[in-house]
Nanobody, 126 residues
Framework: QVQLVETGGGLVQTGGSLRLSCAAP????????MGWFRRAPGKERQFVAA????????MYADSVKGRFTISRDNANSIVYLQMGDLKPEDTAVYYC???????????????????WGQGTQVTVSS
């Protein structure tokens, strides 16, 4: 089973930036769709972004389009989430996830993902 480890969370002011990283074992990482999800207090887990393993196609939730960028470094088995223009409503625990399924619009669904990291807290102060 793929093991994922997220880093990079923290406290930032409104309008600030953070970069989250997610490291995975090299042997399987390169063929997986990678995604980021988040869960705010009292809310359900929400899709944020996903990236295909081969051609690096991406998709984003409407709420983060133009502010967040997902990328991956297959050589080092790391996926990133660069977050900019952060808002208080971005406050959540952010989770990295890996999916062996083909990259499609269904990659926005958390049920498509086989393995999850432990999460990293992002707090945006107003």
């Amino acid at each position: 089973q793929v093991q994922l480890v997220e880093t990079g969370g923290g406290l930032v002011q409104t309008g600030g930036s953070l970069r989250l990283s997610c490291a995975a074992p090299p042997r399987t990482f390169s063929t997986y769709t990678m995604g980021w999800f988040r869960r705010a207090p009292g809310k359900e887990r929400q899709f944020v972004a996903a990236i295909n393993w081969s051609d690096r196609r991406t998709m984003y939730a409407d709420s983060v389009k133009g502010r967040f960028t997902i990328s991956r470094d297959n050589a080092n088995s790391i996926v990133y989430l660069q977050m900019g223009d952060l808002k208080p409503e971005d406050t959540a625990v952010y989770y990295c996830a890996a999916s062996a399924a083909t990259f499609t619009l269904l990659s926005m669904k958390d049920v498509r993902y086989d393995t999850w990291g432990q999460g990293t807290q992002v707090t945006v102060s107003s």
